[in-house]
């Protein structure tokens, strides 16, 4: 034993019991259901986000090097940026400058867009990050890699923007 635990049982002297010692038979507790009540919290977006209204535009691919961008392809309009490595499934789109917000038009950066009418493969909500050269109007490019070989031209293709959901905050 140790000088320190010696001295500790001086100053804090083992304590003993003094009640009385607990009984040896098991008691047994009768238990009847109670109805208790509660609120549920409200459920947070059971269901996709409400689109809002749409437009038809013009859509095109395009992927990040300077021949189709300017002289930094792998930062966007927004100061995004690029991975280098980056496919498809990154969902990242430009639109047009007549759409943007600030020109006039419905669109912000960061705004979720749905897309319908090219392919299965590139319908879908994409994120605007990226705009147009300025002589395009109601048109959109969607971000693809170069080794993905996707090409063409969609006419009458639909977008629409998605509604961000509001946020539910609860206490629990």
Do not use: C
Request: glycine share 4%.
């Amino acid at each position: 034993m140790s000088i320190a635990l010696f001295i500790l049982t001086f100053l804090f002297p083992p304590q003993t019991s003094t009640s009385a010692p607990l009984p040896l038979t098991p008691a047994v507790a009768n238990l009847t259901p109670r109805h208790i009540i509660f609120d549920s919290p409200a459920p947070v977006a059971a269901v996709l986000p409400r689109r809002l209204p749409g437009y038809k535009v013009t859509a095109t691919v395009y992927w990040a090097e300077p021949g189709q961008t300017d002289s930094d392809p792998l930062i966007t309009a927004d100061n995004s940026r690029i991975k280098r490595n980056h496919s498809s499934k990154d969902r990242w789109i430009a639109l047009s400058r007549d759409m943007l917000k600030q020109n006039g038009g419905k669109f912000e950066y960061g705004d979720l867009v749905h897309v319908t009418g090219i392919s299965p493969k590139l319908d879908g909500v994409y994120v605007l990050h990226d705009t147009m050269n300025r002589r395009l109007r109601r048109t959109i490019d969607l971000l693809v890699h170069k080794d993905e070989k996707l090409y063409g031209k969609w006419d009458n293709v639909r977008i629409s923007r998605v509604a961000k959901p509001e946020l539910q905050w609860q206490a629990s």
